[in-house]
């Protein structure tokens, strides 16, 4: 499959594209990009969030942006600021209803939104991708130079074996892996402070066959829900959050990837 794929073209002002994937749905994806961005931002980088999910798109109402981007006079969308982050989303191109489209729309509206856009000049593009190893994943690696990609999992079997499978798909396209960050695993008591966990924990072994990192172990708390939904990300709301903490972490672990491959291209 790599040996097939088209030159890829950088996008101009971008320097760093880094790809949020979970493979399984519902494990926490998008809630981490969109706080991964806002924390890249908060540390002083210039970022922009692509919501790659085409059919399922959250970002604008985790990021609190609803208008239609508008376009310059080179026909380039602008993408819309909030928190300090560049977003851009099929969710403000379309109308509220569902998007019924075969693959080859699918793969049209992915390029628009990477090269149709005034990205630039932008330290890391995060990108949001949806769940599984579809037409968006193949249609980002075909036409963008990823740097590496950031898996998100719950603990459990049934998410990590998806994970595992998304994982193999981009080292089958040459991209790299910047770790994985464990999501909704346990919940810290309020009260006591201690660590309640719901169920084993396979994340240790399922690392160790895809031999990358723990980004960091991020717990469930009920205030991530209702920053969403309310289009204020939990990093900035509670910035003193366990939450909080976390992302910083990932922030962290994310630049000094990208600083150590690109002094080892």
Same mark, same amino acid.
């Given at each position: 499959?790599?040996?097939?794929?088209?030159?890829?073209?950088?996008?101009?002002?971008?320097?760093?594209?880094?790809?949020?994937?979970?493979?399984?749905?519902?494990?926490?994806?998008?809630?981490?990009? &969109?706080?991964? +961005?806002?924390?890249?931002?908060?540390? *002083?980088? $210039?970022? #922009?969030? /692509? @919501?790659?999910? =085409?059919?399922?798109?959250?970002?604008?109402?985790?990021?609190?942006?609803?208008?239609?981007?508008?376009?310059?006079?080179?026909?380039?969308?602008?993408?819309?600021?909030?928190?300090?982050?560049?977003?851009?989303?099929?969710?403000?191109?379309?109308?509220?209803?569902?998007?019924?489209?075969?693959?080859?729309? &699918?793969?049209? +509206?992915?390029?628009?939104?990477?090269? *149709?856009? $005034?990205? #630039?000049? /932008? @330290?890391?593009? =995060?990108?949001?991708?949806?769940?599984?190893?579809?037409?968006?994943?193949?249609?980002?690696?075909?036409?963008?130079?990823?740097?590496?990609?950031?898996?998100?999992?719950?603990?459990?079997?049934?998410?990590?074996?998806?994970?595992?499978?998304?994982?193999?798909?981009?080292?089958?396209?040459?991209?790299?892996?910047?770790?994985?960050?464990?999501?909704?695993?346990?919940?810290?008591?309020?009260?006591?402070?201690?660590?309640?966990?719901?169920?084993?924990?396979?994340?240790?072994?399922?690392?160790?066959?895809?031999?990358?990192?723990?980004?960091?172990?991020?717990?469930?708390?009920?205030?991530?829900?209702?920053?969403?939904?309310?289009?204020?990300?939990?990093?900035?709301?509670?910035?003193?959050?366990?939450?909080?903490?976390?992302?910083?972490?990932?922030?962290?672990?994310?630049?000094?990837?990208?600083?150590?491959?690109?002094?080892?291209?």
């Amino acid at each position: 499959m790599a040996r097939s794929l088209p030159k890829r073209m950088p996008l101009p002002g971008v320097q760093h594209i880094v790809v949020v994937s979970s493979g399984k749905g519902g494990v926490g994806k998008t809630t981490t990009a &969109v706080n991964l +961005a806002v924390t890249l931002a908060r540390h *002083g980088k $210039a970022v #922009g969030l /692509l @919501d790659g999910d =085409i059919f399922g798109p959250s970002v604008p109402r985790m990021m609190n942006v609803s208008e239609a981007p508008l376009v310059d006079e080179q026909n380039m969308m602008v993408p819309l600021l909030n928190f300090g982050v560049k977003c851009l989303s099929m969710g403000l191109l379309v109308d509220t209803g569902p998007v019924v489209w075969r693959g080859p729309l &699918v793969m049209s +509206a992915i390029q628009r939104l990477l090269k *149709g856009a $005034a990205w #630039g000049p /932008l @330290d890391i593009l =995060i990108v949001d991708t949806p769940p599984g190893t579809g037409d968006v994943h193949l249609s980002l690696s075909q036409n963008v130079p990823i740097d590496g990609v950031v898996l998100v999992s719950s603990p459990q079997a049934a998410a990590l074996d998806i994970t595992k499978k998304g994982a193999q798909m981009y080292r089958t396209l040459q991209v790299p892996l910047i770790g994985l960050v464990e999501n909704m695993s346990h919940v810290v008591c309020d009260k006591c402070s201690n660590r309640i966990e719901f169920a084993d924990n396979l994340i240790d072994q399922y690392v160790q066959e895809l031999s990358v990192e723990v980004l960091a172990r991020v717990p469930i708390e009920k205030d991530v829900m209702r920053c969403s939904d309310a289009g204020t990300p939990v990093c900035l709301k509670f910035p003193d959050s366990l939450l909080a903490q976390a992302y910083d972490t990932i922030a962290t672990k994310v630049v000094d990837f990208l600083a150590t491959k690109q002094q080892n291209p």
